[in-house]
T-cell receptor
Framework: DTGVSQDPRHKITKRGQNVTFRCDPI?????LYWYRQTLGQGPEFLTY????????KSRLLSDRFSAERPKGSFSTLEIQRTEQGDSAMYLC??????????????FGDGTRLSIL | EDQVTQSPEALRLQEGESSSLNCSYT??????LFWYRQDPGKGPEFLFT?????EEKEKERLKATLTKKESFLHITAPKPEDSATYLC?????????????WGAGTKLIIKP
């Protein structure tokens, strides 16, 4: 069973460095989502792709964050000039669907980012 | 503002002691309400989707129900392996945005 895969699982970096995470969704899923989760909280929406088009970005997402999904397959999330507050678990999810359908989102196990 | 509130924050039960978790929501049109289970260090694992008031879904010892304002996750005769954080999320019914709005979760601990 090939679920959602995220890489790396853990990332430790110094404040001010750039980091990039990768997400490989379930192969037949056309929708891809990025979320951020801190301890004791539910996931917080960051951005959403349908195929290769980025259709929605959270108002909370600063311009240091950028995401891509070239060719509608895997996706990358880059954080530039990392700050202490960026420490969190970054989760990727994918789902199938056309039009207004609301199929469940399936999650990877996340990338845990720690900023020193 | 769309909002999801889960209660209690934490729940400790003895093995076999049934109980319910609550998810209250306010949303502009409901496309769906989702229940997930999350183990430490893992991503959320999908359990159920509920689409309309009165709907019920069951899986093993879990049963989810939905009204116009809240959802319950009933756990019958739980086992220690049911220990996890249970998350509730709603999907609003407008536009092309399919993001989920999440509660903070209920941490369930089942003692043997």
């Amino acid at each position: 069973d090939t679920g959602v895969s995220q890489d790396p699982r853990h990332k430790i970096t110094k404040r001010g460095q750039n980091v990039t995470f990768r997400c490989d969704p379930i192969s037949e899923h056309n929708r891809l989502y990025w979320y951020r989760q801190t301890l004791g909280q539910g996931p917080e929406f960051l951005t959403y792709f349908q195929n290769e088009a980025q259709l929605e970005k959270s108002r909370l997402l600063s311009d240091r964050f950028s995401a891509e999904r070239p060719k509608g397959s895997f996706s990358t999330l880059e954080i530039q000039r990392t700050e202490q507050g960026d420490s969190a678990m970054y989760l990727c999810a994918s789902s199938a669907g056309q039009g207004g359908s609301n199929q469940p989102q399936h999650f990877g196990d996340g990338t845990r980012l720690s900023i020193l | 503002e769309d909002q999801v509130t889960q209660s209690p924050e934490a729940l400790r039960l003895q093995e076999g002691e049934s109980s319910s978790l609550n998810c209250s929501y306010t949303v502009s049109g409901l496309r769906g309400l989702f229940w997930y289970r999350q183990d430490p260090g893992k991503g959320p694992e999908f359990l159920f989707t509920l689409y309309s008031a009165g709907e019920e879904k069951e899986k093993e010892r879990l049963k989810a129900t939905l009204t116009k304002k809240e959802s319950f996750l009933h756990i019958t005769a739980p086992k220690p392996e049911d220990s996890a954080t249970y998350l509730c999320a709603v999907q609003a019914g407008y536009g092309s945005n399919y993001q989920l709005i999440w509660g903070a979760g209920t941490k369930l601990i089942i003692k043997p």
